[in-house]
Every structure is written in structure tokens, then in C-alpha cells.
């Protein structure tokens, strides 16, 4: 019996009822000759179809032809949906700064030209109706952030302590106030030092770190981008507050305390608790104040505020229970910058930039940017020429989604960098660009559309197998669970855009494998589709969601080779 493209049987490769399975170039046109001379039963091989079978199996061929019509025009929807979106974003790139203006704060939006070059855009600046203080805060506070699905613009306001929300418009940049904004923090007073702020990466939650209080508010995000303080919030931070970011997982909240990073687990409902162990101190001379981690969730590194004529940086491990554990070497301190206050990697996270706020401990030097070369593991070397000139006073950074250049917040102006090759920065002709704005200091700025990372999710390759063998001579299926988790529904998933080994599902169900209460998505794909070797150890799933953003998953195998040559010594 073979399997049927909707996972039914048919008995000698015809339909059984309603479902049909190919026969084959070859086969069909031995049916066809047959139906041509004779009314006699059709020889297929060594088959033996009688005519009304014939007319059955021609029955569900059109009933086939119009179910691969639908798949074609379902496809031909998708790839427009999604070149459409990246058609949109390729085009129409904005940078958006917190101009943290006393009395009435704004947000000023530019437009990115392909060449760098900024131009602000129409309606800039938008008032966000609530008070900033100046720039009177910490260099590392995020006071400005974009969701990761790109609707929603956060910016916060230290001078009445509370968060405007804005819808963006993906095509002009324009900023549309969400009802209700702007949002108070649940916590007492202004804030001081600047209120710093992280969105978690399923755009669920928004985080915001309140210095003065050492309390960090919890808020829900609503389909229109309105927010909503948990409950249990705020929440005591251990210190104060300075810049914040969310795992890409979304498991934990890493903040820098000016004395330690602190890492709190994120709860399902929004709530946080500190991971075993939290704060984890800083192993230099400064303290702890911006904080970036890599894609995959198990690297963070820590800039260090100093008074030292050195750029100091701090990278630790991070162990599934969000535990920190400085890496071999850590800190990395180059004799090049001073005060570096906050780092960011590069999208393709090969690169490592700090801003040094120099302004502060030698008046006279011209403000940089530190760049250095990131191995698998964390480990920082300088790049040559580093630290480069930032064009002003540099302090929040964000790049654009290729990596080719570096925005950089300088006090009333914003900076744009080219990113060589090799990591080496070079201003854009006309950087820095104007965003002076009278009793404002921009010191933080965000790019849209903003740097996203796969989601990791797990997988189960042959779920309830141990050892996950795959024979690379069988003719059947693989079957691989895309497992549900309290952040991810695999119901989300965009099922024609799954891949795996090179290969798309022939089948996919809905059911619970890890015992959660919530479905799971089940994919079948043919052996023989896999692009897979005798040497191969795992294999990676990808796929689009709903909302546009990309997952990944990994699970191990076992290949058993094609041919008796191609196996492993360990198999025979």
C-alpha cells in the first residue's frame, strides 16, 4: 500500500473512494494507449485494471489537478505576501530618536536614503504627551524601542514617568499615537536616570526599568499596542536599572545594574523572578551598564562605564537557567575608548560595537565607537583602527537589518557609520544629521525595521524514539513534532513555508506529543527528500509565522547510510 498525498492508502497505486496516489509517468501512459485500443482490462505493469477503475482513477486525477491548482495559487498568495513584505522593508528603512525634551517630549523620524543619508520625515517630530528630563539619565537606558513584529513604537519619558505607544506606518514612517498613551509605570515618582525599556521577542510584553524606584514594570502588549501593567508589578530590579534586553527566546530579562547584570526569568504571564545566583558581577574596573546577547540565546556581554582611558567589556555564558558564567578571558579591556557605557552586535553577530563616551573623562578627545571580531564563543579581538570616530557624542546604537550601517545616538545629532567588510567604521558623507530639538539630548535612538533573530523553538525528530536513526534507503516518511512551549504556538506556524534537510512536508496534523494541553505540529516529510549525508549529526527545522517572523529548531539524528560504502564503521 503507498502513502497518498493526504495520508490516506490506496491499494495498487489507485484511488481507494475519493483518494488517489500517483502511478507514474510511465504507468499512466500505459492507461492511456490501453483505453485507446481496447475496453479490455488495462496492463500496468503487472497490474490488471479494469476499466471502470480506470474512469474511477481518472475521476480523482482532475480531483488531484484542481487540489494542486489550490496549492499553486495558495503558494503563488504566500511568496506574494512575503516578497511583498520584503519589498517594504527592503525599500522603507526609518530611525527614530528619544529626544527626552523637558516639558513636551518628542520623537523624531528620518528616513534612511540608500547611501545612509538621513532626511526627516513628513510630520516629524510627533509628540509622544509626556515630559522628558533632558538627557539628565544614564548613556545605556533603551529609551526607545521597536516591536519585533515592526507595528508598535515604544518611547519612554523619564520627566513623568510613564511610555507613549505608536503604530508605524511601514511604507512613509509616519507615527500614530495608540489610544490611551501614554502608559504610567506602577511605581512611585519620576524616574531618574532615564526609564529604560526591553520588548520581549514575541511581542507580548514590554519591560520598563524605572532607576529612581529600582523597580522594573511589567506591562502586557494589546492588539492595538496599548499596554497594561501586570499584575504583581512593579517588580524590585536589585539595584539600578540602566540598559535592558529581552532574550531571544523570551525565557529571561537581562539588566544592566551599574554594579552587575541581573537576570530575572519571564514568566508566562508576564511576571519576573531573579534567576539563582542574581546579579552576577562585572569582572572589570567599571560598572556594568548596556547589556546585548546573541541569537541563539547562550551569549551575553556587558559594556563597562569606567574613568579609565580603556574600553572594558564583559561576556558570560548563559546556562538554560539563565545562570551568567564569564567566559575564558572575560573581561576583554582594549587600550583604545573610554567609558563604554553600550554594546550592540552586528545582525550576522560577527562584529561587536561600544560606544565610549570619552566627552566625560578626557574633554578634549572626539567621542568613538570601539569595534571588535566575535568568535563562537564570545571571545573579543580589537579590529585594527578600532576605536573609530563617531562624528559627536555617542551613546545608544542600532543597525539597519543588512549590517551595512551604524546608527549612532550623538547628544543632538544622530551619526551613520559604513560597516566595512572587516568591521571597520567609516562616516556616511553629511554624518552626523541634525536632531537638535531646544532642552532635548538624544540618547537613544531605534532602526526600523529593527534586528530580529529566529525564534528557537524544539523539535522531536521521531517523537518517542531515543535515537532519532533514519535510513537513508527507505521510501517512507520522517516524521518531526514541532513541540508547543508557554511563548510559542505551533498553530502559528505558516505550514508551506516549513523546511527541513532541504526538504517540505508531503503531510502535517495537529496533536499533543509533549503532554501541555496545547496541539503540536506533527510533519511528515519523505526519506528520500532529505538532503541528507552518512556523516550527519542533526537537523535544523526553519519556518515563517504568521506574523512574519522566522523559527528554528534542532534535534540530533542517527543516518544510516544509502550504501553499504557510505556507512559508518560504527554500523557495520
Known sequence: MAACSNGRGADDGYCVGPHWCHLGREN??????????????????????????????????????????????????????????????????????????????????????????LSEIAGSPFPTAGAGDDGLSFFASNRIVVSASGKFLYASNSGSNDVSAFSIDPSSGNLTPVPGSPFPLDSSGPSSGGISLAVTPDGRFLMAGNPLAERITSFSIGADGAL?????????????????????????????????????????????????????????????????????????????????RITIVDVFSIAPDGVLVPITGSPFVAEAGANSNVPLL???????????????????????????????????????????????????????????????????????????????????????????????????????????????????????????????????????????????NPLDVIVDTVRIAGASPVKFTHKDINSDGVADLVLHFRTQDLQLKSNSTELTLTAKLRDGRSITGTDSVRILARNRKDRPKELE
Open 228 to 308: 497594561t501593567a501586570m499584575r504583581g508589578s512593579p517588580f524590585f530590579a536589585g539595584g539600578q536599572p540602566a540598559g535592558m534586553k529581552a532574550s531571544p527566546n523570551g525565557k529571561f530579562l537581562a539588566v544592566a545594574l551599574l554594579g552587575g547584570v541581573a537576570m530575572f526569568g519571564i514568566a508566562p504571564d508576564g511576571s519576573l523572578a531573579a534567576v539563582p545566583g542574581s546579579p552576577f558581577g562585572q569582572g572589570g574596573v567599571g560598572a556594568a551598564a548596556g547589556v546585548d546577547m546573541n541569537c541563539r540565546g547562550n551569549v551575553l556581554f556587558a559594556g563597562e562605564a569606567n574613568a579609565s
Open 28 to 117: 499512466g501512459q500505459a492507461i492511456i494507449k490501453s483505453m485507446r485500443t481496447s475496453t479490455r482490462p488495462a496492463k500496468v505493469g503487472k497490474l490488471s485494471i479494469a476499466l471502470p477503475a480506470v474512469f474511477s482513477m481518472i475521476g480523482c486525477l482532475l480531483s488531484e489537478m484542481k487540489m494542486v491548482s489550490i496549492r499553486i495559487l495558495r503558494g503563488a498568495l504566500l511568496l506574494s505576501i512575503l516578497f511583498s513584505n520584503h519589498a517594504v522593508h527592503a525599500a522603507d528603512q526609518f530611525v527614530y530618536t528619544n529626544n527626552d525634551i523637558q516639558g513636551t517630549n518628542k520623537v523624531l523620524g528620518f528616513r534612511v536614503a540608500a547611501d545612509g543619508s
Open 346 to 488: 552586528s545582525p550576522d553577530e560577527r562584529l561587536l560595537f561600544v560606544s565610549n563616551q570619552e566627552a566625560i573623562t578626557l574633554p578634549s578627545s572626539t567621542s568613538t565607537v570601539t569595534a571588535f571580531n566575535v568568535a563562537a564563543d564570545g571571545t573579543l579581538t580589537l579590529i585594527p583602527g578600532s576605536p573609530f570616530p563617531a562624528g559627536g557624542f555617542p551613546s545608544g546604537m542600532a543597525t539597519n537589518p543588512a549590517g551595512t550601517l551604524l546608527f549612532t545616538a550623538n547628544d543632538q545629532a544622530v551619526g551613520v557609520l559604513s560597516i566595512g567588510i572587516n568591521g571597520t567604521l567609516t562616516p556616511v558623507p553629511g554624518s552626523p544629521f541634525s536632531a537638535a530639538q531646544p532642552f532635548s539630548s538624544v540618547k537613544s535612538l531605534a532602526a526600523f525595521p529593527s534586528k530580529t533573530c529566529d525564534i528557537p523553538v524544539d523539535i522531536d525528530i521521531k517523537p518517542g524514539g531515543a535515537r532519532n536513526s533514519i535510513n537513508l534507503r527507505s521510501k517512507g516518511v520522517v516524521t518531526v513534532a514541532v513541540l508547543s512551549s508557554a511563548s510559542f
